[in-house]
């Protein structure tokens, strides 16, 4: 442990010993230190550089059956007195809540003791001169492929890193300390299309490790490439077609998805998977384990929230409803076992075959690249959202396709999903590859 996570645990340690000692019951304390640095570009001048550094202290009171949350950044020891006191007073004015606990202490022990391996030292010796060049040769990337250089009208990057150190403790037994780095790079091009329109596109790589930071020249390209790509878009007549979904968008849909699964969705009966555990939902290659255990997850933690030992679990096996996302709280309510509310990494099993493998299975139909706006009710489970992608003919690239909407319902769609890429997507905690579908309703001109 270094001397300044076992700061942060000291912090912590005295936050909730002053809680207890002005009449807490239960409390659990956190300390959270977050620096992020930043490098902005635009056009070959820098735009932006950013430089933050934010301490805080949080606490999660349980005061005569009732309970609060509370966070300060001010932590000189007279202003947490009185912050502590304060809270605990208002605390005591709220209405009881019989379901509000700190998480069974059993649920603290077993937690992993693998180095997940979620901090690089290197983040302490980068240089501000190392963001610049890093955010300089991504828009070096961008410029430098000849077919699309003349079509560029703007090129957006960054580079940043940020070094996050949490302590949580909890007067039931649980102390913990975690440590992340992150380094990110990102482009957001702009090119010249018919009619004054101007199509852009962008990308982005992320790693908790240095080393395997993606090149800030393949993130420019890919960015450029991407924004050409939607030159000349237009919408298509409206129908039924098959789709695949690439894998760098595919977390708007699945982010509709999962907001079903959640604690809060199921006990207010606002979600449609509401009471179908054990029940196919949808294809069996719908196959997805939450993993927080994978070594540099971005979604990797060996605890959660509220102090609990990470387990990996099946939330969906096979196209069968496995599991939710319930909190101490929410399965308290609901009358069951608390399984996280937080999510790790989503694993899915991987396909046979690559992007342009799906597009070739798939013959005639559309690749969707971005999601625009659109809504989901994660009551009834209908969703409807905008699409930019391209349209294949017989496997073939014919053109970009935009202002077109997907519509359907998730208890319908996932039972469409027939083939998966061998492409897990590695800039996020939802490590999904893309993804190949049936007919599915588009509406377009």
Known sequence: M?????DLLDQARQGMKIALAR??????????????????????HIERVRESTSLSLSLALYVDGRYSSNTTSDLRPQAIEQFIGESVAMTRALAPDPNRALADPDRYASRIATDLKLF??????????WRRQMASEVE????????????????????????????????NGMEGIETN??????????????????????????SISKSKLASPQEVGQRAARRAARRVGASPRATGEYPCVIENACANRLLDAL??????????????FLAGKIGQTVGSPLLHVIDDPHVIEGLGSTAFDYEGMATRPRPVFERGTLRSFYLDTYYARKLKTDATSGARGNLVWE????????????MG??????NFIGGNSNSATGDFSFGVQGQWFDKGQRVGPIAEMNLSANHLTFWRKLVELGNDPYPYSSNRRPSLRFDAVQFSGK
Do not use: M
């Open 364 to 369: 005639t139909g559309i690749l969707i690249t």
């Open 258 to 271: 999962w907001s079903a699964l959640e604690g809060g969705a199921i006990q207010q009966k606002r979600s």
């Open 23 to 44: 009449g807490a019951q239960g409390v659990r304390a956190t300390v959270h230190r977050n620096s992020e640095s930043s490098v902005e570009r635009r056009n070959a």
């Open 120 to 129: 690089d030292r290197e983040v302490l010796n980068v240089s501000p001169d």
């Open 140 to 171: 070096a990337g961008a410029r430098s492929l000849p077919e699309i250089h003349k079509q560029i009208l703007s090129v957006q990057t960054s580079c940043s890193t940020s070094l996050s150190e949490l302590a949580k403790v909890t007067s």
């Open 350 to 361: 991987r396909g046979g075959v690559d992007l342009d493998g799906l597009l070739a299975n």
């Open 2 to 6: 270094s001397a300044e996570s076992k």
């Open 181 to 206: 780095s992150n380094f990110s790079l990102s482009a957001q091009v702009t090119v010249r299309d018919a009619n004054d329109r101007k199509p852009a596109a962008g990308w982005y790589a992320t």
